[in-house]
C-alpha cells in the first residue's frame, strides 16, 4: 500500500523505489537501460554538478529536451536538491523562450547542444547564469559530476513547490503553474492506482515530458511508482509502435492525435499492440466514432482522461474495464469520474451549482491542485476560489458522476441566438469514414453574429468534398448547427502536445 502522498517529497518517493529494488530497470532508450541505481548515480551526479553552479532549494532549474533520458534525471536531480523543475517546451523559438525565462526568474536551463546558442540568446537579460547540455551528461549520464557524492539533505517540505509548467497561453500571456511535492504525488498515486499499475509494467512516453501529461502521467508516474520508462525522443509513430512491440509496453497516455497517427500507420496491428493493458488518453476529449475506429485498427480501447496544467495532470478518467458512456443530448464521450479525493461540480455565471445534465463552467477541488501562478495573485485568486479551481470549461455531470465536456467556454458559438458547442458538431464530422480530424469555429457574421465553419483533414487515401461532408452533418444535426462553410486541409493546426488550435483557424470575414 502507498504511504500518503502528503507525507514526503518527491526525492523521498524515489529513495523508496530505490531501496525496494536497486537493480530493476528504470528507464529504457534504445538499445540502453538503466536501473534504478544506475539512473539514481546519474541523478545525483547532476544534482551535484547543479549545486556547483549555485543551485539552491527553490531555484528553478529549466529542462528544455525532448523525451531522451536527461529529461528524467534533470528532474531527479532537480529535486534530490530541493530545486523546482521548470519544464520548458524545445520548440519555442528565443523570443517565445525570453519570456518564460524572464518571468520564473530560471538560473540555469539544460538544453540539448544544438539549443544552446538559442538559450543563451533567450536568456539575455534573465536571471540565467548557466547553461548545461545533455550530450555533456556523456553516455552513462554520469559526466556532468561524481556519482557517488553524497549530498546534503534537501530541506524541501511537500507542500513547497516541485514542478512549474507554463499554460499554453491560448486565452492569455503564458502562466506558470506551481505544483508542490503533494501535488505531484497526489496525482502520481491516485492515477497508478486507479490505472492498477504496478511495479514492472512498461510505460511508453508518447506525450512529450515537457507537457503535464507527460511530466505528471508519465515521468514522475514511472518514477515513484517504480515503472520502466520507454523513451524514444520525439513522437514518430513508427518508432511508437516499434518500441510498444520491442519493451511489451504495458501502458501509455498520449493525445489523441498521437493515436490517430499510430493508427494510420501501416505497422498499426492488434497483434503490433497485444502487450498495451491500459491506454489512455489526455488533452482533448474523443469522438466515439475516433475511439471505435483506433480500436478495430489498434485492438485496444482508449480511455478519456481529463486534468490540465493547473490540475497537475489526471483528476477525472474513465475507469479501467469500463467504456465511457454517451451524452444523450450532444453525443460526446464522457471523459470520465473523478478520481478518489477530487471533487467536481458545474456552476452557472454567477457561481450557483447546477443540477445533473445541465451545462455551465466544471469546478473542481482536490489534493492535485496547483499552489497557484507565479508573481501573479490577481489571476491565481481568480482561478482558486473558494477552494474550487475554475477550469473554464463548459460541461455538465449525470446522476451517476460521469462528467461530459462541451467545450471551452470562449469557444461557444452563438449563431443567430442559438449556442453550438464546436466539439458536437466536429464529433459527427469525424463520423464520416474519410474525415481524420476536425475542427469547428465561429466567424463573425453581421447577419447571424457568428456563422459555423469547419476545417477537416483526411484519413490517408481518402476524397470528398465539402458538399457531401455538409450534407453528412445535415443529416445529424440541428440546421443552426450544421457547417455554412468547410474547408478540407492537408493538416489542422497544432500545438507542440498535440491539441488542435482552433485559435489560428479563426478569421475576420474579408
Same mark, same amino acid.
Given at each position: 500500500m502507498s504511504r500518503p502522498a502528503r507525507s514526503r517529497t518527491l526525492a523521498a518517493a524515489w529513495a523508496e523505489r530505490l531501496a525496494g529494488a536497486p537493480d530493476a530497470v528504470a528507464l529504457s532508450y534504445g538499445e540502453r537501460r538503466w536501473t534504478r541505481a544506475e539512473l539514481d548515480r546519474a541523478a545525483t551526479a547532476l544534482a551535484g554538478s547543479l549545486a556547483d553552479r549555485g543551485v539552491r532549494e527553490g531555484d528553478r532549474v529549466g529542462i528544455r529536451l525532448q523525451n531522451v533520458p536527461a529529461f528524467p534525471v534533470a528532474l531527479l536531480a532537480s529535486w534530490k536538491l530541493g530545486a523546482v523543475a521548470l519544464v520548458l517546451n524545445p520548440m519555442y523559438t528565443a523570443r517565445e523562450l525570453h519570456v518564460l525565462l524572464a518571468d520564473s526568474g530560471a538560473v540555469g536551463v539544460l538544453c540539448a547542444a544544438g539549443d544552446r546558442a538559442r538559450v543563451v540568446e533567450a536568456g539575455d537579460g534573465s536571471a540565467l547564469r548557466w547553461t548545461l547540455t545533455a550530450e555533456e551528461l556523456g553516455d552513462d549520464l554520469t559526466a556532468a559530476g561524481e556519482a557517488d557524492r553524497v549530498l546534503p539533505p534537501a530541506g524541501a517540505d511537500p507542500g513547497d513547490p516541485a514542478l512549474m509548467i507554463y499554460t499554453s497561453g491560448t486565452t492569455g500571456p503564458p502562466k506558470g503553474a506551481l505544483s508542490s511535492h503533494a501535488n505531484v504525488l497526489a496525482t502520481v498515486e491516485t492515477y497508478a492506482d486507479w490505472l492498477g499499475l504496478v511495479e514492472g509494467d512498461v510505460s511508453l512516453a508518447i506525450a512529450p515530458l515537457f507537457h503535464t501529461t507527460g511530466a505528471v502521467a508519465g515521468a514522475a508516474l514511472a518514477l515513484v511508482r517504480g515503472l520502466d520508462l520507454v523513451l524514444i525522443g520525439r513522437f514518430e509513430p513508427g518508432a511508437a509502435l516499434a518500441a510498444i512491440r520491442e519493451h511489451q509496453v504495458t501502458f501509455t497516455v498520449g493525445a489523441i492525435t498521437a493515436f490517430s497517427a499510430l493508427g494510420q500507420h501501416p505497422d498499426a496491428s492488434p497483434e503490433t499492440c497485444a502487450s498495451l493493458r491500459v491506454v489512455a488518453s489526455g488533452g482533448a476529449p474523443i469522438?466515439?466514432?475516433?475511439? @471505435?475506429?483506433?480500436?478495430?485498427? #489498434? %485492438?485496444?480501447?482508449?480511455?478519456?482522461?481529463? %486534468? &490540465?496544467?493547473?490540475?497537475?495532470? @489526471?483528476?477525472? @478518467?474513465?475507469?479501467? %474495464?469500463?467504456?465511457?458512456?454517451?451524452?444523450?443530448?450532444?453525443g460526446s464521450l464522457s471523459v470520465g469520474v473523478c478520481l !478518489?479525493? /477530487?471533487? @467536481?461540480? /458545474?456552476?452557472?455565471? $454567477? *457561481?450557483?451549482?447546477?443540477? !445533473?445534465?445541465?451545462? *455551465? $463552467? #466544471?469546478? #473542481?477541488? %482536490? !489534493?492535485? &491542485? &496547483?499552489?497557484?501562478?507565479?508573481?501573479? !495573485?490577481?489571476?491565481?485568486?481568480?482561478?482558486?476560489?473558494?477552494?474550487?479551481?475554475?477550469? *473554464?470549461? *463548459?460541461?455538465?455531470?449525470?446522476a451517476d458522476g460521469w462528467i461530459y465536456l462541451a467545450d471551452r467556454l470562449k469557444d461557444q458559438i452563438n449563431a443567430s441566438g442559438f449556442k453550438v458547442w464546436p466539439r458536437e458538431v466536429e464529433d459527427v464530422l469525424c463520423e464520416h469514414p474519410a474525415v481524420l480530424e476536425a475542427a469547428v469555429v465561429g466567424r463573425p457574421d453581421e447577419y447571424r453574429g457568428e456563422t459555423v465553419v469547419a476545417f477537416v483533414a483526411l484519413a490517408s487515401g481518402e476524397t470528398v468534398g465539402p458538399a457531401e461532408l455538409v450534407e453528412h452533418a445535415r443529416r445529424r444535426l440541428a440546421a443552426y448547427k450544421v457547417p455554412r462553410e468547410i474547408t478540407v486541409v492537408e493538416q489542422l493546426p497544432k500545438t507542440a502536445t498535440g491539441k488542435i488550435q482552433r485559435r489560428e483557424l479563426r478569421v475576420d470575414p474579408a
Open positions: 469522438a466515439p466514432a475516433t475511439v @471505435a475506429q483506433l480500436e478495430e485498427r #489498434l %485492438g485496444c480501447y482508449i480511455h478519456n482522461v481529463y %486534468g &490540465m496544467t493547473e490540475t497537475t495532470s @489526471a483528476v477525472v @478518467a474513465v475507469p479501467t %474495464g469500463r467504456r465511457a458512456p454517451v451524452d444523450p443530448v450532444t !478518489p479525493g /477530487v471533487g @467536481a461540480r /458545474v456552476v452557472d455565471p $454567477e *457561481g450557483r451549482e447546477l443540477g !445533473p445534465g445541465e451545462i *455551465g $463552467e #466544471l469546478e #473542481l477541488r %482536490g !489534493p492535485s &491542485m &496547483m499552489l497557484g501562478y507565479h508573481d501573479r !495573485p490577481a489571476e491565481t485568486a481568480e482561478t482558486l476560489r473558494e477552494g474550487w479551481l475554475r477550469t *473554464g470549461d *463548459g460541461g455538465s455531470i449525470d
